[in-house]
Every structure is written in structure tokens, then in C-alpha cells.
């Protein structure tokens, strides 16, 4: 079992910035892969980002790709999203994920074993 917990949403104007935080706790192994994943009101929950844990190979999806950076912290089982740039259309509630397996990423909620209980992230326009 693995149990996440996210952190660090809120409200800000757009442009701004946040920086999520998915800590990890139960089994986890530097072979896992954590993603993040965001699901806006009345639409299906869609792919943000993920990182390998033991390579650090990062994956984004289109319509974050060169306004967010995820990063690992290994030691401390944590994974950060920094947001900037943010825009109206970020907002949603955002989820942290991890799977296991060999291949590096997926986009797919289905290849994700765990996720966390989401936090809401609000840009304001």
C-alpha cells in the first residue's frame, strides 16, 4: 500500500504561481513513477506531468509543457509541482498518482496504482 497526500493548493490571480506537494508514505520504491493529474468541473481528469523516481525522467503534458516543472525529492518521498504562469483554465482539483512498472511514464489514469485525495487550485482572472 501506498497512501499520498497533496498540499500546497489555493487561490491566485492569473500569472501567478504555486507549488504543489505530494507526499508519499507506505511502500514506495525508486522504481515507481509519480504523476500529477488535474480534473477540472464537468470535464474528465487529464494528465499533468510525471517524473521516474530513480532516473528523474520527466514527461508533461501539452498544456503545461514550458509553464511547470516537476521535481523529486527522493529522501523525503516527495514530489513538487511548481505552477507559474498560471492561467484561468489551470484551475482544478489536482491529484498526485504513482505506478510501478517498467516504463518510464504513462498519461493514462488506468496505469496509475495509488492516488492521493486531491487539492483545488483557483487562478483568478
Known amino acids: 500500500q501506498v497512501q499520498l497526500v497533496e498540499s500546497g493548493g489555493g487561490l491566485v490571480q492569473a500569472g501567478g504561481s504555486l507549488r504543489l506537494s505530494c507526499a508519499a508514505s507506505?511502500?514506495?520504491?525508486?522504481?515507481?513513477?509519480m504523476g500529477w493529474f488535474r480534473q477540472a468541473p464537468g470535464k474528465e481528469r487529464e494528465f499533468v506531468a510525471s517524473?521516474?523516481?530513480?532516473?528523474?525522467?520527466?514527461y508533461y503534458g501539452d498544456s503545461v509543457k514550458g509553464r511547470f516543472t516537476i521535481s523529486r525529492d527522493n529522501a523525503n518521498n516527495t514530489v513538487d509541482l511548481q505552477m507559474n504562469s498560471l492561467k484561468p483554465e489551470d484551475t482544478a482539483v489536482y491529484y498526485c498518482?504513482?505506478?510501478?512498472?517498467?516504463?518510464?511514464?504513462?498519461?493514462?489514469?488506468?496505469?496509475?496504482?495509488?492516488w492521493g485525495q486531491g487539492t483545488q487550485v483557483t487562478v483568478s482572472s
Open positions: 498518482a504513482v505506478k510501478g512498472g517498467d516504463t518510464y511514464y504513462s498519461t493514462l489514469l488506468s496505469a496509475y496504482d495509488y
Open positions: 507506505g511502500r514506495t520504491f525508486s522504481s515507481f513513477t
Open positions: 517524473i521516474r523516481l530513480n532516473s528523474g525522467f520527466r
